[in-house]
């Protein structure tokens, strides 16, 4: 830090510059925007497989987030359970999507299969917001996009089968040992995500750090939910349905390898 005894002043604003709002203690960030914590703690505390990333905000997103959050956006607070019909606005197939990050693939994906709804959850709010401008700018209306804590919502919020798909593409591979204990796909993460997966639904994953990916094949390999689509019992080739990002793209530059793991919901007996 610079000793203020030994740096010029300051210079002054100009007459014409305009100061930046300053929100004053407590003021939400966004007052018709996504909360910060919408469970609060109203639920047990755990150890979670995320962080919440409250970085810079441009001022587009700023804007989608103002103005289309009351339209498209929903905070995970467990407080009731979703009619998915009601919130779409139609009884299409609901996909739902853990970890958009800045949205592109999840915008492009909607946009060429309309038909399909996607509820995607993130905690980034940047990217919450650059979701909701690039549905926005497309006129895509299949996307609804959730703040919170996906297994809340999984828990609280989704009925028994009411998701058609499941796609987590590109968690935090938490990559040191003593973190492993964060990460997302484990076998308690996908017994609860088997029972809001309607038999014959797709769980899709896919990561880019191959030691992640292979705990991955292996958990999911070992659950009585779920079966593999590869007759070989391996990793999947990318469907053309997941398109690559640009940030896949610098990963494959730099020789990273990303795996597909693509997986049925197993219908047990009694079941339809």
Not at 8 to 23: I, L, W
Not at 150 to 169: Q, Y
Request: glycine fraction near 8%; charge should be neutral; hydrophobic fraction near 35%.
């Amino acid at each position: 830090m610079y000793d203020s005894l030994n740096t010029p002043e300051a210079p002054h604003p100009a007459p014409d510059s305009v100061a930046r709002p300053v929100r004053a203690k407590g003021e939400p960030r966004f007052p018709d925007g996504p909360k910060a914590d919408p469970a609060g703690s109203h639920f047990e505390r755990r150890i979670r497989s995320f962080q919440p990333r409250r970085s810079r905000v441009t001022s587009g997103q700023a804007d989608a987030l103002q103005r289309l959050w009351p339209k498209w956006g929903l905070d995970i607070d467990g407080s009731r359970v979703l009619d998915l019909a009601e919130l779409f606005g139609n009884d299409n197939p609901v996909v739902l999507e853990i970890g958009f990050g800045m949205g592109e693939a999840t915008a492009r994906m909607a946009a060429a299969d309309p038909d399909t709804n996607i509820l995607a959850v993130d905690v980034h709010t940047p990217g919450q917001g650059n979701l909701l401008n690039l549905a926005d700018q497309s006129g895509t209306g299949n996307i609804r996009v959730a703040n919170g804590d996906a297994i809340i919502l999984l828990r609280e919020m989704l009925t028994p089968d009411s998701l058609d798909g499941l796609r987590v593409f590109f968690p935090d591979p938490w990559p040191k040992k003593r973190h492993h204990k964060r990460r997302l796909i484990q076998p308690e993460f996908l017994t609860l995500a088997a029972t809001r997966l309607k038999p014959g639904a797709l769980l899709h994953c896919a990561t880019d750090w191959e030691p992640y990916a292979e705990v991955m094949l292996e958990v999911l390999t070992a659950h009585p939910d779920f079966a593999n689509t590869r007759p070989d019992g391996g990793f999947a080739p990318r469907p053309g349905f997941r398109p690559r990002t640009r940030f896949e793209g610098q990963g494959l530059e730099k020789g990273h390898v990303v795996n597909d793991l693509l997986f049925r919901r197993v219908a047990h007996e009694g079941q339809p």
